[in-house]
Nanobody, 116 residues
Framework: QVQLVESGGGLVQPGGSLRLSCASS????????MGWYRQAPGSQRDLVAK???????TYADSFKGRFVISRDFATNSIYLQMNSLKVDDTAVYYC??????????WGQGTQVTVSS
């Protein structure tokens, strides 16, 4: 069973940047789809970006152009580069994996706070 561990969250000022990491316990080339979601207090968990096994990446419209998802096979990790951060980006960010297109695995989440 794949396990996911997020890191890189923290406090940043509006307009700043932050890079989140998600380390997988298994080879990410063997995972059908991985992605990033976020959830603010009182809100639903929303998709930020996802990347398929073949490398195709997609983004929710709200984050397109500001956030970039990437992967590194050497570390079995995916990343989320967040730029031009806004206060509304404050949320818990979760790493997600669909190892076989059927099961769904989540990391514990990492807090991102955008504040001056």
């Amino acid at each position: 069973q794949v396990q996911l561990v997020e890191s890189g969250g923290g406090l940043v000022q509006p307009g700043g940047s932050l890079r989140l990491s998600c380390a997988s316990s298994e080879n990410i080339w063997n995972i059908w789809r991985m992605g990033w979601y976020r959830q603010a207090p009182g809100s639903q968990r929303d998709l930020v970006a996802k990347i398929l096994r073949n490398g195709d990446a997609t983004y929710a419209d709200s984050f397109k152009g500001r956030f970039v998802i990437s992967r590194d096979f050497a570390t079995n990790s995916i990343y989320l580069q967040m730029n031009s951060l806004k206060v509304d980006d404050t949320a818990v960010y979760y790493c997600n994996a669909e190892p076989d297109g059927l099961h769904d695995v989540w990391g514990q989440g990492t807090q991102v706070t955008v504040s001056s």
